[in-house]
């Protein structure tokens, strides 16, 4: 069962459009919410992150989009650069009782910015 | 260092072949996850340390695969008899707290390539 579901699987947008990725979940006890980008051969860097109790958040040109109701939540980036083509990992991860708590990570957008 | 390390980068493995996959997270890290991430695919959680406490190891696929932490620092990721489907880039990631991910940032390291012939 994947418990984070994203699309698109690919994304190709002109420099200096709007990029967006779009990720909804199942389990409603996810309270933590990154986005990470990956560049080949790279492992995965934080990107942005949001908790449930906040709608958006937004750092430069990235910003995170949350519905709690419809149990989604997506990644916008303005003014898409050629540096960031990427893949982009939404993710969500919950407080577990023993004090701990592991990502759950969703399939990856490839995005190319085209020149 | 001033990041998670992994070794080797690269590895190529005979089919039956046991390797041991090396992670040194960041200098006082508490927390350090090994995650497998297949081609065109998001991680996925193999195993989780708090200090050299393995806590939770649900997401290891079969018996074959083992992790430790001796000491609380270095992490060796071991798979016996490794099976083509092994084949993927296994992360370690690592974050300073031992509590839950609520602005706890997990920093992965680059991963090692893992290819069975």
């Known amino acids: 069962q994947q418990q984070v579901k994203q699309s698109p699987q690919s994304l190709i947008v002109q420099k200096g459009g709007i990029s967006i990725i779009n990720c909804a979940y199942e389990?409603?006890?996810?309270?933590?919410f990154p986005w990470y980008q990956q560049f080949p051969g790279k492992g995965p860097a934080l990107l942005i992150a949001?908790?449930?109790?906040?709608s958006e958040k937004k750092e430069g040109r990235f910003t995170i989009s949350f519905n709690k109701s419809a149990k989604q939540f997506s990644l916008h980036i303005m003014d898409s650069q050629p540096g960031d083509s990427a893949t982009y990992f939404c993710?969500?991860?919950?407080?577990?009782?023993?004090?701990?708590?592991?990502?759950?990570f969703g399939k990856g957008t490839m995005l190319l910015v085209s020149p | 260092g001033a990041g998670v390390s992994q070794s080797p980068r690269y590895k190529v493995a005979k089919r039956g072949q046991d390797v041991a996959l090396r992670c040194d997270p960041i200098s006082g890290h508490v927390s350090l996850f090994w995650y497998q991430q297949a081609l065109g695919q998001g991680p996925e959680f193999l195993t989780y340390?708090?200090?050299?406490?393995?806590?939770?190891k649900s997401g290891l696929p079969s018996d074959r695969f083992f992790a430790e932490r001796p000491e609380g620092s270095v992490s060796t990721l071991k798979i016996q008899r490794t099976q083509q489907e092994d084949s993927a880039v296994y992360l370690c990631?690592?974050?300073?707290?031992?509590?839950?991910?609520?602005?706890?940032?997990?920093?992965f390291g680059e991963g090692s390539w893992l290819t069975v012939v």
């Open positions: 993710a969500a991860s919950t407080h577990e009782n023993s004090g701990y708590s592991t990502l759950t």
């Open positions: 990631a690592s974050s300073l707290a031992s509590w839950g991910a609520l602005g706890n940032t997990i920093y």
């Open positions: 389990n409603t006890a996810f309270d933590y």
């Open positions: 949001i908790r449930p109790d906040v």
């Open positions: 340390f708090q200090n050299e406490a393995q806590l939770d």
